[in-house]
């Protein structure tokens, strides 16, 4: 291929991320600072992940279960760090209500909140994209593309590029979702975003199936747009219910 094919690929995964940071999260600075401290944190958190996981699992096999494995305990570490970082967001809220309140200023209000879970979601997004498309991308600048046995029909690198768009989207509102569940402690929340955190992982292993990626892909998108479309209600609800 050439660079316009890597470019288009890294486009595919990560344009609505520059969308959203040129239409949003600029204009703050105090988003940015969360957006990047949030991309760290998680990096960080795939990169320990990823160091149990190659200590204990052994992939070479070739059976099913190390993958089961590997998503299941993916998704619980990470549904856990994200629970530590609500918890580390709550104790700078604090701080910073407690500053605005000696220099006589107004606190967060909620879409303050609503825009600061919006930057961490995205630097959630970002993390898992460097972390596992980004990453694999560098050949595809060359001049060829290259495919896989189990998916001749769609290129690696355009697969790769849709999952990980797949996972930006879910990622990002997925933080908004579960830090208003954390915060107003509403369970239809709280267990909304791991659950569709879970399908959307044990959806990647269709992939490994014949063909499995014309179906995995698509279905990986649905539950991108479910996920948008649910914290699209949740936050229209919340705004309506505050008066703004």
Known sequence: MTVAAGVGYALIALGPAFSLFAGVIARKPFLVLT??????????????????????????????????????????????????????????????????????????CLTDKMLISLAGGL??????????????????????????????RMPFFLVSAIISLGFLVIHTFSMIIAFNGYGERKKSDQIFVPVVHLIAAVMTLINLAPGGCLIGTPLLCVMAALTLQYSWRMVGQRLTEHGH
């Open 123 to 152: 630097g959630h997004g970002l993390a898992h994209a460097v972390f596992f498309c980004l990453s694999l991308l560098t050949p595809a600048f060359g001049r060829a593309t290259f495919y896989v046995q189990r998916c001749s």
């Open 35 to 108: 957006l990047l401290s949030s991309t760290l944190f998680w990096l960080v958190s795939l990169i320990v992940l990823s160091g149990i996981w190659r200590g204990v699992l052994c992939l070479k096999s070739g059976a099913w279960w190390p993958y089961v494995i590997l998503i299941l305990t993916s998704v619980a570490f990470q549904e856990g760090v994200r629970l530590v970082f609500w918890r580390l967001y709550k104790k700078v809220e604090e701080m910073l209500d407690a500053f605005a309140d000696r220099i006589a200023k107004p606190r967060l």
